[in-house]
């Protein structure tokens, strides 16, 4: 069993930025791969960026603003946003899944409650 908890939404202006954390409990940590996903109000929930063993993975949306990274020794995987959009507004889940780290949400089999970010303009 995996848990995992989000942290660092909150409040900023456009072009500003953010930092989400994830932190995960469990003592495999290394061998999951890992995604950001977020899903604005009245919206299905989408793809953000993923990392595991096979490879870095951003949505085109997010691409040269965001940047997932992760740290096994903390158990914690990051989202530095720059360059916020009031369209980057939404709440943003992380999300376990052992092995690789799909784009696709159903694949996932451990989420977050999730962290707000509200982007103004």
């Known amino acids: 069993q995996v848990q995992l908890v989000e942290s660092g939404g909150g409040l900023v202006q456009a072009g500003g930025s953010l930092r989400l954390s994830c932190a995960a409990s469990?003592?495999?940590?290394?061998?999951?791969?890992m995604g950001w996903f977020r899903q604005a109000p009245g919206k299905e929930r989408e793809f953000v960026a993923a990392i595991s063993w096979s490879g870095i993975f951003y949505t085109d949306s997010v691409k040269g603003r965001f940047t997932i990274s992760r740290d096994n020794a903390k158990n914690t995987v990051y989202l530095q946003m720059n360059s916020l959009k009031p369209e980057d507004t939404a709440v943003y889940y992380c999300?376990?899944?052992?092995?690789?780290?799909?784009?696709?949400?159903?694949?996932?089999?451990?989420w977050g409650q999730g962290t707000q970010v509200t982007v103004s303009s």
């Open positions: 469990g003592h495999t940590f290394s061998s999951y791969g």
């Open positions: 999300a376990a899944k052992r092995g690789i780290a799909p784009i696709t949400a159903t694949a996932y089999d451990y």
